[in-house]
C-alpha cells in the first residue's frame, strides 16, 4: 500500500512537470515490538522506490527516532521535539556569540533582539516545553541585556512583561506558541480545510482517550492529562491549563475566554 501511495503521489508530480528528489526523500514504519519500544529499520525490513523518470532508486528507510529538517523544522516520527531544540540553540549560541564580539550601542542592542522571531516561526508546528524554551532564550538574554546596559540577571518576569506592566515588552516563545496554537485551533475550526479535518480528529482521539462526558478542555489537565495520547492536541492542553485563558465550544468549532 506505501509503495502504491508513493507511485501515485509520484504520477501526480510528474503529471505537472514536477519530480521527486531521492535525495530528499525518505520513509519509515512505525510499528511497536513487544516491548513497547519503537522499532528498529533492520526490524522492519522493506524499501519503497522511486520511479524517478525511468531511472528507479531506493529511497532512504529511517528509525523514527531520527529527524530530518523538512521547510526549517526538526520533526520525526515519534514526536520528540529533542532534535530541533538543539537546532534552536545551536542558532541561540551562534547569535551570542556575534553579539558579544561586536561593539554596538545599547538600543542598537536592544534591537537586535528581533532573532525571536527566527525561534517562533516553527512554533505553530513544535511542543517545546517551557523549560526548552527557556535553555533556548539564556544565551541570547545573556548576551543582549548586558549590550543593551541592562543587568544580565535582571528579573526575567520584568524582562518578559509587557509594557503596560512596565515590562520590557519581549514575549516569551512560549507563550508565542500556546497563543498560535490556540489561534490554530480556533480559525480552522470555521474553515473546510485539511486543518480542520485534522484538528478534529486529534481533539475527538483526546476526547476518546479521556472518556468524558465533559469536553476534555474543561477537566483539570493534572487529573486527566496522563490519559490523552501524546501529541500536538494533548501539549496544548497542558500548556493552557497553566494559564487563565480556556477554550469554549464543541468539538471542531471554539472561541477563547477568559477564566476569572
Given at each position: 500500500m506505501a509503495q502504491q501511495a508513493l507511485d501515485t503521489w509520484e504520477w501526480l508530480i510528474n503529471v505537472n512537470d514536477g519530480a521527486l528528489a531521492p535525495e530528499n526523500s525518505y520513509w519509515c514504519l512505525i510499528y511497536i515490538n513487544s516491548d513497547g519500544q519503537h522499532a528498529d529499520p533492520e526490524a522492519t525490513p522493506g524499501e519503497l522506490i522511486l520511479n524517478n523518470k525511468g531511472d528507479p532508486v531506493v529511497i532512504e528507510h529511517l528509525a523514527v527516532t531520527e529527524a530530518k529538517e523538512t521547510l526549517g523544522i526538526w520533526s520525526r516520527p515519534d514526536g520528540s521535539m529533542h532534535d530541533e531544540v538543539q537546532s534552536q540553540k545551536t542558532k541561540a549560541k551562534k547569535w551570542a556569540d556575534a553579539v558579544q564580539t561586536r561593539h554596538i550601542n545599547p538600543t542598537i542592542a536592544w534591537c537586535s533582539v528581533t532573532i525571536t522571531k527566527t525561534i517562533e516561526y516553527p512554533l505553530m508546528a513544535t511542543c517545546i516545553s517551557r523549560k526548552g524554551m527557556d535553555d533556548i532564550m539564556r544565551p541570547i538574554l545573556q548576551a543582549a541585556l548586558p549590550k543593551a546596559a541592562i543587568q544580565k540577571r535582571f528579573p526575567r518576569k520584568l524582562v518578559l512583561g509587557s509594557l503596560g506592566f512596565q515590562g520590557f515588552g519581549l514575549h516569551h516563545p512560549s507563550n508565542s506558541q500556546l497563543i498560535?496554537?490556540?489561534?490554530?485551533?480556533?480559525?480552522?475550526?470555521?474553515?473546510?480545510?485539511?486543518?480542520?479535518?485534522?484538528?478534529?480528529?486529534?481533539?475527538?482521539?483526546?476526547?476518546?482517550?479521556?472518556?468524558?462526558?465533559?469536553?476534555?478542555?474543561?477537566?483539570?489537565?493534572?487529573?486527566?492529562?496522563?490519559?490523552?495520547?501524546?501529541?500536538?492536541?494533548?501539549?496544548?492542553?497542558?500548556?493552557?491549563?497553566?494559564?487563565?485563558?480556556?477554550?469554549?465550544?464543541?468539538?471542531?468549532?471554539?472561541?477563547?475566554?477568559?477564566?476569572?
Open positions: 498560535e496554537h490556540l489561534q490554530a485551533i480556533v480559525t480552522h475550526s470555521h474553515r473546510d480545510s485539511p486543518s480542520h479535518n485534522l484538528h478534529l480528529q486529534n481533539l475527538e482521539l483526546v476526547q476518546c482517550y479521556v472518556r468524558s462526558e465533559l469536553p476534555f478542555w474543561d477537566l483539570p489537565y493534572q487529573l486527566h492529562g496522563h490519559l490523552a495520547p501524546k501529541g500536538w492536541i494533548q501539549f496544548t492542553w497542558e500548556e493552557l491549563s497553566a494559564t487563565k485563558l480556556s477554550l469554549r465550544g464543541p468539538l471542531g468549532y471554539y472561541s477563547f475566554q477568559l477564566r476569572i
